[in-house]
């Protein structure tokens, strides 16, 4: 549903640089915050331009270890 590569939208929007966008998408939530919620809670806070057609049992499917393993991962996709 995401891409990995630059510009390049499968569904949702891509997922490169992600590291250094998610820190601002939302005051007051770091860019850590904002990766969890957006697995967690992916109806929260949609990117402009997308529809909000993501899995939304993230949360209940995946345990504590695979979301904060799925964060380190996001987090470093720097570009």
Do not use: W
């Not at 390049?8 to 250094?20: F, K, M, R, Y």
Request: negative net charge; glycine residues 8%; contains cysteine.
């Amino acid at each position: 549903c995401h891409s990995l590569s630059a510009d390049v939208v499968i569904v949702g929007p891509s997922l490169a640089g992600v590291a250094n966008r998610a820190g601002s998408r939302v005051d007051g939530l770091s860019a850590q915050e904002y990766i969890r919620n957006s697995i967690v809670h992916p109806g929260d806070f949609i990117v402009p331009g997308f529809q909000d057609v993501m899995q939304k049992n993230f949360g209940d499917v995946l345990t504590s270890d695979q979301i904060n393993d799925l964060i380190a991962f996001l987090l470093t996709q720097k570009n």
